[in-house]
């Protein structure tokens, strides 16, 4: 069986020193903060090519630090897309922000720009823009909208680690990048894991705070804060797995160019000054989806759904009404991620190449 993801291989190249990395936390019992997260957090910055990185617990961690930093609350209205993970929306809920959602296009599933520009109102306070399956929208765009009506900007790039929008990665442009470090995810953790990026001092400043309970020193709290902090270990194991980022990235990006030139199916589009990580790579299936998939399945090919209810569909926000998004709902009932980690053979790209084009074949004779 070819996997969607292939943790184990991912884990294999890197085994020696991702083992030896783990065993130095342990045999230094050095479990909560230290060095290794300060490497980390450096190590990331300078990959990001970003003034500031925070460690923290997860992505949705990340996101409600970014927004409380910010200064969002109760009533202040933020504007997002409805095909995302159910974590882009909870953060703002968890900060008592007012979820506004604006449809995306149907071509790079990403947020309807001209879209958002109209849905802008006196309450909105920020847009979370999400960088889904590792594409990037016109940034430069979005923050000149953003500016112009003085707006902060947040990029949800938990699937977009490396991705660049006119060379720049998430950040640049906006005033607060975050990041999951799910083990699944470009760059991934052996369990749980997050970081927030910008490059204003202030919000970095306040963000830390926030992550390890509001203090400075170990029994000096200067406000209320959480305890999201990264793992040791975690930030162990990234900091050898980000060595290889950037080449994985290269390969994800081979691996979809052979899919662009071979795949018979439509598929999600990157944009032109994009580059993106290539998260997932996803294909519209918009005739026979769960035929499709149990196809793949018996010819041991794994695939997934990434996301098959939107969120103004979901049953926790049934009371929430601010208008239609049938691209998002069209979209949800047609996208289908197949394999596209880095570990992947030509053989195996070949094999999933062939086996997707035959029912394509028969699905449209």
């Excluded at 980000?242 to 052979?258: E, H, P, Q």
Aim: aromatic share 10%.
């Amino acid at each position: 069986m070819i996997p969607l993801v292939d943790l184990k291989a991912s884990y294999l190249p890197q085994k020696t020193e991702i083992d030896k990395a783990i065993k130095n936390v342990i045999d230094n019992s050095a479990f909560i903060g230290g060095e290794i997260v300060t490497q980390f957090e450096k190590n990331f910055a300078k990959f990001c090519e970003i003034k500031r990185a925070i460690g923290c617990s997860n992505g949705s961690s990340a996101l409600h630090l970014a927004l409380m930093a910010l200064g969002i609350g109760k009533g202040d209205e933020v504007i997002t897309v409805p095909n995302t993970f159910f974590a882009t929306t909870e953060a703002i809920s968890h900060v008592g922000g007012r979820i506004k959602f604006v449809d995306v296009e149907e071509d790079t599933a990403l947020i309807d720009i001209d879209k958002l520009e109209k849905s802008i109102s006196p309450r909105t306070k920020a847009v979370i823009v999400v960088n889904l399956f590792g594409q990037i929208p016109d940034m430069q765009w979005i923050k000149e909208i953003t500016e112009e009506k003085n707006i902060l900007l947040i990029e949800d790039s938990a699937q977009a680690h490396g991705s660049k929008w006119m060379g720049r990665q998430p950040g640049y442009y906006s005033d607060i990048a975050t990041y999951s470090f799910f083990p699944a995810k470009v760059l991934g953790a052996f369990g749980d894991g997050g970081c927030v990026t910008t490059n204003n001092d202030e919000f970095a400043e306040r963000i830390r705070l926030l992550a390890n309970h509001g203090r400075k020193s170990k029994y000096e709290h200067t406000i209320e804060g959480y305890n999201y902090r990264l793992d040791t270990i975690q930030a162990a194991i990234l900091n050898v797995k980000l060595k290889n980022l950037r080449s994985n990235i290269i390969t994800r990006r081979f691996n979809a160019a052979w899919y662009n030139s071979y795949l018979h199916y439509n598929h999600i589009e990157e944009n032109l000054f994009a580059e993106s990580s290539y998260y997932m790579y996803v294909i519209k299936v918009p005739k026979n989806r769960q035929e499709f998939i149990s196809y793949l399945q018996k010819n041991g090919i794994s695939a997934g759904i990434h996301y098959p209810i939107p969120l103004h569909l979901q049953p926790a926000y049934r009371g929430l009404h601010n208008g239609d998004f049938p691209i998002a709902e069209k979209l949800a009932k047609e996208v289908v991620s197949i394999p596209i980690y880095p570990e992947l053979s030509i053989e195996q790209l070949d094999y999933i190449v062939e086996v997707v084009n035959v029912f394509y074949n028969k699905s449209n004779s």
